[in-house]
């Protein structure tokens, strides 16, 4: 079975270089729905396994200035006590017990249709913030804006602690809109940026819950992180209008079938 999991993280690693689309709305759905991992263990498992790869990706944006701090940290502001509460409650249930199953299954699909949206109008929310005319923000006037950062920061701590989805397209497409005038690289750097502190901490809590699989962790690393640099290679040579159309289908099929199971 480790070859399996093993040749799972190499692809979703790939399908992730190729789209810049975040692995837990891929992998995790893999793990419940085709390994038969409790959705608790995939959940927590995946975000240790996003903690670590995502690390990388800061160092490599920051380096080249394509982080905004000041938006990482309001975004943190929220989701980090958000992560806390959601990692509590999850703790009053019954370990490996169907009331969680069903709590994350259910938190889990809506993550993956919202995430279907959101890489199907990427481009529409971006162009929707930039018809405003404030100087930096999109919906609001810039002295609501933190307010509504953290806002937005406390529902991805929500949505990530249940379903390990949300850090990578939600959180783009929610900055795109808000910070509409900001380059593109920094949006990404500082969602990037953003999801190291989120997913290891949401991480650790379900590590204290015991929903971490540290032997699975592992093996899905070992396929990934090449199946990441090859995609990241190739991602060139395959239209981004091919892929992300069909990327959003399938999480829309898979986040309808955890909804409805």
């Given at each position: 079975?480790?070859?399996?999991?093993?040749?799972?993280?190499?692809?979703?690693?790939?399908?992730?270089?190729?789209?810049?689309?975040?692995?837990?709305?891929?992998?995790?759905?893999?793990?419940?729905?085709?390994?038969?991992?409790?959705?608790?263990?995939?959940?927590?498992?995946?975000?240790?396994?996003?903690?670590?790869?995502?690390?990388?990706?800061?160092?490599?944006?920051?380096?080249?200035?394509?982080?905004?701090?000041?938006?990482?940290?309001?975004?943190?502001?929220?989701?980090?006590?958000?992560?806390?509460?959601?990692?509590?409650?999850?703790?009053?249930?019954?370990?490996?017990?169907?009331?969680?199953?069903?709590?994350?299954?259910?938190?889990?699909?809506?993550?993956?249709?919202?995430?279907?949206?959101?890489?199907?109008?990427?481009?529409?929310?971006?162009?929707?913030?930039?018809?405003?005319?404030?100087?930096?923000?999109?919906?609001?006037?810039?002295?609501?804006?933190?307010?509504?950062?953290?806002?937005?920061?406390?529902?991805?701590?929500?949505?990530?602690?249940?379903?390990?989805?949300?850090?990578?397209a939600l959180g783009t497409a929610a900055l795109f809109f808000l910070y509409p005038r900001l380059p593109t690289q920094q949006i990404v750097g500082s969602d990037v940026a953003h999801a190291v502190p989120l997913t290891?901490?949401?991480?650790?809590?379900?590590?204290?819950?015991?929903?971490?699989?540290?032997?699975?962790?592992?093996?899905?690393?070992?396929?990934?992180?090449?199946?990441?640099?090859?995609?990241?290679?190739?991602?060139?040579r395959v239209p981004e209008r091919v892929l992300r159309p069909l990327l959003a289908g399938t999480l829309v099929l898979v986040g309808t079938k955890l909804i409805a199971a």
């Open positions: 079975m480790d070859w399996l999991y093993t040749l799972s993280g190499f692809i979703v690693g790939t399908i992730v270089g190729f789209t810049g689309v975040g692995g837990g709305s891929l992998m995790t759905p893999l793990l419940v729905l085709l390994f038969g991992v409790h959705p608790s263990t995939a959940v927590g498992t995946d975000l240790l396994y996003a903690a670590v790869t995502k690390s990388g990706g800061t160092l490599v944006h920051a380096r080249q200035g394509q982080v905004r701090w000041d938006i990482v940290g309001r975004l943190a502001i929220g989701s980090i006590p958000a992560t806390a509460l959601t990692l509590t409650i999850l703790a009053q249930l019954p370990k490996q017990g169907p009331a969680a199953a069903h709590l994350i299954s259910i938190g889990l699909g809506l993550a993956l249709l919202g995430t279907a949206a959101a890489i199907l109008l990427r481009k529409r929310i971006q162009a929707l913030g930039q018809k405003h005319s404030h100087p930096e923000g999109g919906p609001a006037a810039p002295r609501h804006l933190t307010a509504i950062t953290v806002a937005v920061g406390a529902l991805l701590g929500v949505l990530v602690s249940l379903s390990s989805v949300g850090a990578g290891l901490v949401a991480g650790i809590g379900h590590w204290f819950i015991g929903s971490v699989d540290f032997h699975l962790l592992g093996t899905l690393l070992l396929g990934s992180l090449p199946g990441i640099w090859i995609g990241s290679t190739l991602s060139a």
